[in-house]
């Protein structure tokens, strides 16, 4: 899969789909988490939920990351019970 680049500012959306990304460079600033924009950096993976709004913002100059958009029923059979908080979440834990 080839990394997504982003150099300016992208506008506030959602996603169809259940999305987990992954930062490959670069920083982004996340907006749409409850608080304060988080910082993303390379090797952090990120679960956006379907319909969720949010904005990736480049932090800082370009960055690069991949993202898979999945059937969330089909992710949700694969996480084990004890695990499913992340999904409804949408955010994984630190």
Same mark, same amino acid.
Do not use: K
């Given at each position: ?5 982003? $150099?300016? @500012?992208? *506008?506030?959306?959602? &996603?169809? !789909?259940? /999305?987990?990304?992954?930062?490959? /460079?670069?920083s982004?600033?996340?907006s +749409? *988490?409850? +608080?304060? @924009?988080?910082? #993303?950096? @390379?090797?952090? =993976?990120? #679960? ?6 949010? *904005?990736?913002? @480049?932090? +800082?100059? !370009? %960055?690069?990351? !991949? ?6 029923? %089909?992710l949700?059979? #694969? =996480?084990?019970d004890? &695990? /499913?908080?992340?999904?409804?979440? +949408? #955010? $994984? $834990?630190?």
């Amino acid at each position: 899969m080839a990394p997504n680049t982003a $150099a300016a @500012p992208q *506008a506030i959306g959602t &996603h169809e !789909r259940f /999305s987990v990304g992954i930062i490959d /460079s670069g920083s982004t600033l996340f907006s +749409g *988490a409850v +608080g304060d @924009p988080v910082r #993303l950096v @390379p090797g952090d =993976v990120i #679960l956006i939920p379907a319909g969720f709004v949010h *904005a990736c913002n @480049p932090d +800082g100059g !370009r %960055w690069e990351y !991949r993202m898979i958009h999945a059937d969330e029923a %089909w992710l949700a059979a #694969l =996480v084990p019970d004890d &695990h /499913s908080e992340l999904l409804a979440a +949408g #955010l $994984a $834990a630190e």
